[in-house]
């Protein structure tokens, strides 16, 4: 449960500074009116999304992984005082 505790954990950390990053970036590309930085930020942008996409996976695989721990101890438990 702990482990649990500590992926939310960073996954809200990752995610504040990724938000963060990503505003850092769009300022100075808008500032500048550089092309070159705007498909910088575009690219980087895209890269941050992803990688958002990926923490969000991962902290769906391991919810679902102790739900179905949960699920088998609370079964375990009902067969066990079934006998």
Same mark, same amino acid.
């Given at each position: ?5 500590? /992926?939310? %954990?960073?996954?809200?950390? #990752? ?8 505003? +850092? ?13 705007? +498909?910088?930020? *575009?690219?980087?942008?895209?890269? /941050? ?10 902290? *769906? %695989?391991?919810?679902?992984?102790? *739900?179905?721990?949960? %699920?088998?101890?609370?079964? %375990?438990?009902?067969?066990? #005082?079934?006998?």
């Amino acid at each position: 449960m702990a482990e649990n505790n500590n /992926l939310d %954990s960073f996954i809200r950390y #990752s995610d504040k500074y990724l938000r963060n990053f990503d505003k +850092k970036l769009k300022t100075l590309a808008e500032d500048n009116n550089n092309i070159e930085e705007v +498909k910088f930020r *575009d690219s980087v942008s895209t890269t /941050l999304q992803e990688f958002r996409k990926e923490i969000e996976a991962i902290r *769906d %695989s391991k919810t679902k992984s102790i *739900d179905r721990q949960q %699920s088998w101890a609370h079964s %375990s438990s009902f067969v066990k #005082s079934a006998k």
